[in-house]
């Protein structure tokens, strides 16, 4: 399987993560709100550039899909990819990455929807869970792509090389989901209650 191959698989699942995931539509402001969300997560991941793995990107995707749904956490994490890497390199990776973080955002959007105390328990938990699983999904890519030949020893092998950084994004993850979780749920959801429209059977402006 060529890394052409790999990539083009990977734009498509983007493809199909998204429609499954843009089930409604967004108003103005909630656009403009996930383009702002978007925007904050890739400068934070570029400041925080000189720390390997540690930025907090996946905990704003992560709060966003929580609060705002599966298509705002799909549409952060896609952008946080893509923006991020106009900065730190542009390459065969950030179609992973993009399909990586948007379905972090779509997962924190379906977490969301249950009805749990204490949330920002939950985002912690999620998050380390996260720092691996991006993790592993940007190791098969390496896998796939560089790797040969292709047995279950060199996926372990490349799994294994990552450990630290993965542990490494776990761990940021859990301490910008303590310093920032509680406070970010509270204000995402006061304006997802300002600007969320529900319309009602039967009643129309005429």
Same mark, same amino acid.
């Given at each position: ?85 106009? =900065? ?6 950030? @179609? &992973?990455?993009? /399909? +990586? ?6 997962? %924190?959007? #379906? ?20 720092? =691996? ?6 190791? @098969? &890519?390496?896998? /796939? +792509? ?6 279950? %020893?060199? #996926? ?8 630290v950084f993965d542990t490494m994004h776990a761990i940021g993850n859990a ?32």
């Open positions: 399987m060529t890394s052409g191959l790999i990539m083009l698989l990977a734009g498509v699942a983007i493809v199909l993560v998204g429609y499954v995931a843009m089930t409604r539509k967004f108003t103005a402001r909630e656009i403009t709100a996930v383009a702002s969300i978007g925007a904050l997560s890739a400068a934070g991941r570029v400041i925080f550039a000189p720390i390997p793995s540690v930025q907090p990107s996946t905990v704003i995707v992560i709060l966003t899909g929580w609060v705002l749904g599966p298509a705002a956490g799909f549409a952060v994490g896609a952008t946080t990819a893509l923006v991020s890497n106009v =900065f730190l390199g542009q390459g065969p990776w950030t @179609v &992973w990455q993009m /399909l +990586s973080w948007a379905s972090i955002g779509v997962g %924190a959007g #379906l977490l969301g929807r249950l009805s749990v105390p204490r949330p920002e328990r939950w985002v912690l938990v999620y998050s380390v869970i996260c720092g =691996f699983t991006f993790g592993w999904a940007m190791d @098969v &890519w390496f896998w /796939l +792509s560089f790797v040969y030949p292709h047995t279950l %020893a060199t #996926l372990l092998a490349s799994i294994a090389a990552s450990l301490l910008f989901s303590i310093a920032f979780a509680k406070r970010g749920l509270v204000l995402l959801e006061r304006f997802r209650r300002r600007t969320r429209v529900t319309y009602s059977p039967g009643v129309t402006g005429e």
